[in-house]
């Protein structure tokens, strides 16, 4: 979820339906709610503070999860995440997943000051410091970005010995990354596409089994889907959405890029800037009735070897209410019956 912003609405209203889908997702079924984290963006979202959304939608739900898609660790202080992801937890009953990540957008860590050259070795010693504060011991930490001194973290979370960890990653090396550190993964569609994505999660579990973790991981699949009554509603209602999204993917890549620019994200934005809307159909979402769907999270499954799917139900932000609540009905009760 992004809590989305739609023209001539206020922020109380991006609030009010963003709480009101979450509400339903709990009626219907929905296994968890995730939440996304935008900065400085009042033309897209509002959840500048996903982790506050999470604490009051612990507090108005009972069974469903409750997820972050993701936390960018580099843009606080650890510690601070620390306590609030673990009051979160106590909130919620042990319902909370934490997502963390690093982001790729260079703009929101432009307008905090902080040098985006450090991000990789912020998130790692942040991650290091979240894994030492919900030990349940005292604990000091000396690092190149961040000290700690005999802290003691208050609460410590319900879940042991932390809450559910997942990574986000985009490029072979996070994809190492994240094997090694034995954390479960977040995946998408947006980038290179298909090819490149089972030659990434390879990686990842070959990796994974490298490094001595048991299993072969855990990879969700992030993904635009709607589902319609009629093949011929699922496909054209959100036609407009749906390329407005990956022309915005492509600027937002462009405009991130670091200075003196990246090749893989000059080459990553060309690629989505190209995509038709067949070439979007073909195995960048997900659209259709309920059987449609269906075979395509199955397709996916056996190709894949995701072990879930958080659907992006408005990923460009300009479907209505009414179709995007529709939508989430017509997944609860038709397509997810058939994957428990």
């Known amino acids: ?26 009626a219907w079924g929905m296994d968890s709610v995730w939440l996304s984290e935008f900065h400085f963006s009042p033309d897209r979202s509002v959840l500048s503070s996903p982790i506050v959304v999470a604490g009051a939608l612990a507090a108005r739900t009972q069974r469903m ?97 932390y809450p559910p960890m997942r990574m986000a990653a985009t490029s072979p090396g996070t994809f190492r990354t994240v094997a090694e550190q034995g954390l479960p993964l977040f995946v998408g569609l947006r980038g290179d596409g298909l090819e490149t994505l089972v030659d990434n999660i390879e990686m990842y579990r070959e990796t994974w089994r490298s490094s001595g973790h048991d299993g072969d991981g855990s990879v969700f699949l992030r993904v635009p889907i709607y589902a319609a009554n009629t093949e ?21 890549i462009t405009a991130s890029s670091p200075k003196g620019g990246n090749a893989e994200r000059s080459n990553t934005a060309a690629t989505l800037s190209a995509l038709s809307y067949d070439d979007i159909l073909e195995d960048r979402v997900a659209f259709g009735t309920a059987d449609r769907l269906i075979d395509r999270v199955k397709e996916w499954r056996e190709l894949l070897g995701i072990d879930g799917v958080t ?22 009760r038709d397509v997810m019956p058939a994957f428990k």
């Open 311 to 332: 659907a992006e139900m408005n990923a460009g932000g300009m479907l209505s209410e009414v179709q995007v609540k529709n939508s989430l009905r017509i997944i609860c």
């Open 65 to 161: 999860r409750i997820g972050l898609a993701v936390y960018v660790l580099p843009l606080n202080n650890p510690l601070r995440i620390a306590e609030e992801a673990a009051t979160v937890d106590q909130i919620s009953g042990g319902r909370f997943d934490f997502g963390i990540g690093r982001s790729g957008f260079v703009r929101s860590y432009s307008s905090y000051n902080i040098d985006y050259g450090e991000s990789q070795g912020r998130f790692e010693e942040a991650l290091q410091i979240l894994r030492l504060a919900w030990s349940g011991e005292t604990f000091s930490f000396n690092g190149k970005f961040y000290k700690v001194t005999d802290a003691l973290v208050v609460p410590q979370p319900v879940q042991k010995p």
């Open 1 to 26: 979820m992004e809590f989305g912003v739609r023209n001539g609405r206020s922020d109380a209203e991006a609030f009010r339906e963003g709480m009101d889908l979450a509400d339903a997702a709990e």
């Open 232 to 252: 011929t509603a699922a496909f054209e209602e959100p036609r407009a959405n749906i390329i407005h999204y990956f022309e915005r993917q492509a600027r937002l």
